[in-house]
């Protein structure tokens, strides 16, 4: 397969790809001196694998279900990408708790991190509902390359020619990990299927008690049809020359099997052998893996 020029919309980081519009070498060297703190939370994702949904879910754990910050602060300023070029703006005299979000790979996440005691949730989705998701993203984001066809992104997907590079290297990378106790596992799946259950795993993970009306309060604005019609955390506030909503908006479905609207059989077949072979050796198990 020809190899494609990425120089224009991406930097090269330990041979990942980085989108030029939100990352730099300066954001970069920022994330790596950052001064993690004992209360930092990160939530932390492969790309498309529900990062908005944490950056909607987390302040409402983190301030008893007051709704205030989610409909007046943009959601990559309420919860900030540690790597990406806002965090050096609105990071530095927040009070902690801090709460991040970052698609860095556990070894790339900063010396300070690995001290403290802060605390990770890290999200997995079925890697075939990630890559509908993301060659929707792709049509869509002027930053990003031209996915091409389906059958050809899918082969850009697999062989890590996309941002932040394999979806199979990231996550065996944060679950080979010696944070135990700190870490918290959820899958997009969960999330889906009982969101109420999803976030009071979280809350008690994170030493946040939620009365039941508050579970239920926050649980409910999270639901990702509410999410859609939040200005704050619906990208609609982007210049539609950066993200091209008449192509596909960005919160687009927000389910689960979506894939099997995309996928022919050989694809499929494809697919899951090269997940299969690159995930050999590993045991942990992931609600889609019977399917």
């Not at 949730?121 to 929707?136: E, G, L, M, Q, W």
């Not at 992104?153 to 290297?169: A, C, N, R, Y």
């Not at 604005?221 to 020359?241: A, E, G, R, W």
Request: aromatic share 12%; charged share 20%.
């Amino acid at each position: 397969m020809a190899t494609t020029d990425h120089s224009t919309n991406y930097l090269c980081h330990h041979g990942l790809l980085l989108p030029k519009l939100a990352h730099s070498e300066e954001s970069i060297q920022f994330s790596m001196a950052f001064e993690v703190q004992d209360e930092d939370i990160f939530a932390v994702t492969y790309p498309k694998s529900g990062t908005t949904w944490m950056q909607e879910i987390l302040p409402l754990i983190l301030n008893g279900g007051d709704l205030t910050p989610v409909q007046t602060i943009p959601n990559w300023d309420r919860v900030p990408w540690l790597e990406e070029t806002r965090a050096a703006l609105v990071l530095g005299d927040r009070p902690p708790p801090r709460a991040m979000v970052s698609h860095w790979p556990y070894h790339l996440m900063p010396p300070s991190f690995y001290t403290s005691k802060a605390k990770v949730i890290y999200v997995t989705r079925n890697p075939k509902d990630i890559a509908v998701s993301s060659f929707y993203f792709h049509g869509m984001a002027s930053f990003l390359d031209d996915p091409g066809t389906f059958d050809q992104f899918l082969d850009k997907f697999l062989s890590g020619q996309v941002m932040f590079g394999k979806w199979t290297d990231h996550v065996k990378n944060w679950r080979n990990t010696d944070i135990e106790g700190r870490i918290l596992y959820m899958t997009y799946e969960e999330m889906v299927q009982d969101l109420r259950a999803a976030v009071l795993r979280m809350a008690q993970f994170l030493g946040q008690e939620l009365s039941p009306d508050v579970l239920e309060k926050v649980a409910n604005h999270c639901q990702f049809n509410n999410m859609k019609t939040n200005i704050m955390s619906n990208y609609s506030l982007v210049p539609q020359d950066v993200l091209d909503s008449s192509k596909s908006p960005f919160l687009r479905k927000g389910t689960t099997g979506d894939w099997r609207n995309h996928f022919n059989a050989e694809q499929e077949a494809r697919f899951s052998a090269i997940i299969k072979k690159e995930m050999e050796g590993t045991s942990f198990k992931f609600p889609w893996d019977d399917e």
